[in-house]
């Protein structure tokens, strides 16, 4: 194993150890965690597993209604119901169509990658994104492709109508505007990082669009123009995405830290330190004076919205990746410990919690893990170690140890990419 003080006493200043782009280098081992966000329609909670099922569950007693079994895992994204239909996507590339009632399948579409995000169905229109680097847009009636919108990297975000214009992040650091009619590319927006959005934008002020990525900043971009307005920089990358709630815009940063910013202006009106240092969650959820969500601690809080005062807390049996959602008095999410829960939203008591059909959570690396690395070493260090070891040695390409996770995805790939889609 290559050792830069031992083998070439390299001065630290020489050697910088740059993050690439967050990508998944390891794949999830089988398992029935929940990351998925919890969806309410006529009293009864819906979800998705990483054991693959579609889950319906009755609000108020926590009994199954129904089970559906995708082909693959479901990850972060949420169903969508709309229109009496209940919307969900799986890691095997598909997109699937359930009553809500019975759980039957009433169709299914598939693509080239897998989805990781939830759809999203304006009209007649399902919009979605997929690890295939595309964006698309399909008819829910005739299941035909509308439109396709392809960038440089993964789409692992949920495209967002809002009036005229579809907003999605990529992989690629971008974040896009669209047009919802055609795909047509409206503007772009470079961020430094790639950008994980798993569930409906619900973050805009006025004409501000608000938005984490792992670039450890929160921008507030014109919704017309894709000019930044404002960003705010956190000490870790952010993947439960923010949430605007009236002139207020709440998040959780990896830092550790649960931010309240003015919308308008991106300036920090308070923080929240969570337990245990380094912790990052789910997209938050504010009702009446109250805002609610789950930490990567596996604490659940509900703080003050106004002070971000602790009311209470709840410990949970893993990580919480998951966006709570309400019903009445009840507030729910879902666990790595392949739980979803019910608790009493005034005091945090359990009401009750229900089990995914594996109980084993499924593997979860470190995030030390979670991304690749690069080493950049200076000419003239190389140059010097050229003439110590001999003209072929390349530093750069040094033998690195890695463990059995750290492969790289078959969906991790450079391209080129145009700025419109070829399929228009």
Known sequence: MFEFDRDFELELSSVELKRKNFTQIWKYGEGGSVSSSPILYDGVV???????????????AGKLVWKFKTGGQISDGSPFVADGVVYAGSYDGKIYALDPKTGKELWQYKVGGEIFASPFISGRRVYFGSRDRSVYCIDKNTRREIWRFQTGGEVCCCPTVIGKAVYVGSYDGNFYCLGAETGEEIWRFKTGQNLMIALPLLTHFRNLVCFGSMDSNVYGLDMETGKEVWRFRTGGWIIGQPSVFGDVVYFISQDGFFYSLHADSGQEKWRFRVEGGESDGGSPLVHGDVVYFGSSNGNFYALDKHTGEQIWRFRAGDVIFSTPSIYKNLIFFGCWDCHVYCLDIKNGKEVWRFQTSIKTPCYLPPPSQWFEFEVDIKEE????????????????????????????SEYHFKSEYHTKSEYR
């Open 381 to 408: 260090e190389q140059e010097l170690a050229r003439r110590e070891y001999g003209k072929n040695v390349d530093v750069t390409q040094a033998e690195t140890m890695e463990s059995e996770y750290s492969f790289k």
């Open 46 to 60: 819906y979800f998705g597993s990483m054991d693959h099922y579609v889950y319906a569950v009755e609000c108020e």
